[in-house]
Structure formats: structure tokens, C-alpha cells
């Protein structure tokens, strides 16, 4: 498998920004669609966005329009921008690759995102 590695997470007061990294070694994000997830305390993990090798992205309703996921290939590293926060998107956040072609799924090892004043 792949070894993914997130960065970027913090602690953010309501209305801020952040943006979390996921980078991975070589070209494996040409030929993996690449999922954000989070996790918060008691819940089950979620999809938050993702992004396909084509380019397209989806979201999850709660964060249409305040986060954008981004890839840039030459990097090897795939983002999220997430904008005017709250404190509902406190959670462990996790990258997660994935290729059926290439038989790969990975999950890198997460990144704690909260959000308070």
C-alpha cells in the first residue's frame, strides 16, 4: 500500500481558514481518486470531499461552498481548503486513496482539526 501523509491541521477560531496537505510518494495520486474524510468523537467517519483522476470533485452537503479540494499532480499532493469554519467540522481529518485498477486503498494517519473560540 501507499503511504499517505497529512498536514495542515490545527486549531482555528469560528470564521477561519485552513488547509490541509496529503502528500504521497511518487506519481500515485495520476492514477488514485483521492476522498478527505473526518471523524469527530462518537460519530463514524464521513466523506467530506473527493477528487477524481479526472478532475471532477464532489462534496458533502455541510461544506459545499466553504471547502475545496484541489490536487496538484506535480507536488504529489492533494488539499483541502477549507474556509468560514465551525465548530462542527471539529474532527480527526484523513486522506484516503484509492485505485481499483492498481488494487490500492490507503488511509494516511490523520490530522486534528479544531475549531473554537
Known amino acids: 500500500q501507499v503511504q499517505l501523509v497529512e498536514s495542515g491541521g490545527g486549531l482555528v477560531q469560528p470564521g477561519g481558514s485552513l488547509r490541509l496537505s496529503c502528500a504521497a510518494p511518487g506519481s500515485i495520486f495520476r492514477i488514485c481518486d483521492v476522498g478527505w474524510y473526518r471523524q469527530a468523537p462518537g460519530k463514524e467517519r464521513e466523506l467530506v470531499a473527493a477528487?477524481?483522476?479526472?478532475?471532477?470533485?464532489n462534496y458533502a452537503d455541510s461544506v459545499k461552498g466553504r471547502f475545496t479540494i484541489s490536487r496538484d499532480n506535480a507536488k504529489n499532493t492533494v488539499y483541502l481548503r477549507m474556509n468560514s469554519m465551525k465548530p462542527e467540522d471539529t474532527a480527526v481529518y484523513y486522506c484516503?486513496?484509492?485505485?481499483?485498477?492498481?488494487?490500492?486503498?490507503?488511509w494516511g494517519q490523520g490530522t486534528q482539526v479544531t475549531v473554537s473560540s
Open positions: 477528487i477524481t483522476t479526472g478532475g471532477t470533485t
Open positions: 484516503h486513496a484509492q485505485s481499483v485498477t492498481y488494487r490500492i486503498d490507503s
